[in-house]
């Protein structure tokens, strides 16, 4: 309901990661930034609400292994992927520590679930400051009750860069 969700998405619907076919379960997400760090929300439609896998509560779990959200992020220059997962319980788990100050919540309903998350850049090493060059990003959702890995653009896997899609920060 966040007026920050209402204009366009940055993608209006994740596709298979294998191959990039449609989903069966439709995910929308919207992403924007301040200066100081980036905001994305997912917006998950899910017809089998009655079977989402969603039972870890603590940080750092293998949300992988449930109904999430991901996020990965390769900053213009940085040698690595950033991972940021949630799952519809608001659980947060990342690919470096656990511990970095970003956040995120989560909202479930009878017709699906949502996320937003803040990503301070300075949890992406260096000097915290967006670069005027394309950072990559992958968007991606694991969809259990029917089984389907959507993304945003397709691939192999999720973290693969060459399989990233290209944002530059404005």
């Not at 896997?157 to 990233?164: L, P, T």
Request: charged share 25%; hydrophobic share 35%; aromatic share 10%.
């Amino acid at each position: 309901d966040d007026a920050a969700w209402q204009g366009e998405p940055l993608i209006p619907g994740l596709r298979r990661l294998s191959g990039g076919g449609e989903a069966s379960q439709k995910t929308t997400v919207w992403a924007g930034h301040d200066g100081v760090g980036l905001y994305i929300a997912f917006d998950c439609r899910e017809s089998q609400m009655d079977k989402l896998v969603a039972k870890y509560t603590d940080r750092g779990s293998p949300l992988y292994l449930e109904d999430d959200v991901e996020v990965f992020i390769s900053p213009a220059g940085a040698s690595r992927a950033y991972q940021f997962a949630v799952n519809p319980l608001g659980t947060q788990s990342d690919n470096f520590g656990n511990s970095a100050d970003w956040k995120a919540a989560a909202q479930r309903d009878d017709t699906g679930w949502s996320v937003e998350m803040y990503i301070p850049f300075g949890a992406l090493g260096d000097d915290g400051k967006p670069r005027d060059l394309p950072w990559g990003m992958q968007f991606g959702r694991q969809e259990k009750p029917s089984g389907e890995v959507t993304s945003w653009t397709p691939g192999s896997a999720f973290i693969v860069r060459e399989s990233m899609g290209e944002v530059k920060l404005e």
